[in-house]
């Protein structure tokens, strides 16, 4: 491959960096960076080998990759499990590592943010007939990605 920066054309060692840079600046799963290889246009053989190279050097790692998602997407976006796990299942993730990205999760702060969502979505929903009042709710729980068990308990103490 000749170097034709212009044209969009790169060397194999300038992808590998390319998509070394790509997965140091946030965590990866091996779908992801399979799809931004195939935008590089390689043929599969080259394509195999990067991604041999890049899991070797450790830059691919879809354990780490699962448990920094499950634990990300629980504290910052506040998902239940069940979104997590789709979202995991949707990337490809193996069961083991979605098992293992769960446990990522306090039991206890998990509890604690499904009660303070409930609340929250209490406060903000105008509806007065009780039951399209937790309907809502429970929607958007379920949305969220929690158990429907844990919804109905939480539902119980407003």
């Not at 195999?48 to 050097?57: G, P, V, Y």
């Not at 039991?107 to 007939?129: G, M, R």
């Amino acid at each position: 491959m000749n170097k034709e920066t212009n044209k969009g054309v790169f060397t194999v060692d300038e992808i590998k960096r390319k998509m070394e840079h790509y997965c140091v600046y946030q965590d990866r799963c091996h779908k992801e960076v399979e799809s931004k290889l195939s935008s590089f246009n390689v043929i599969p053989e080259v394509r195999e080998m990067i991604l041999l190279s890049l899991m070797k050097d450790n830059f691919l790692n879809e354990e780490r990759f699962s448990k920094s998602f499950a634990r990300g997407k629980f504290r910052i976006k506040k998902w239940g499990k069940n979104r997590i796990v789709r979202e995991l299942k949707f990337r490809d993730i193996s069961a083991y590592n979605i098992k293992t990205a769960l446990k990522e999760i306090n039991e206890e702060d998990y509890i604690t943010t499904l009660y303070s969502l409930v609340a929250k979505k209490n406060e903000l929903v105008t509806e007065t007939n009780i039951f399209k009042r937790k309907k809502k709710i429970v929607d958007y729980l379920l949305y969220r990605g929690f158990e429907s068990h844990l919804i109905y308990e939480a539902l119980n103490v407003i």
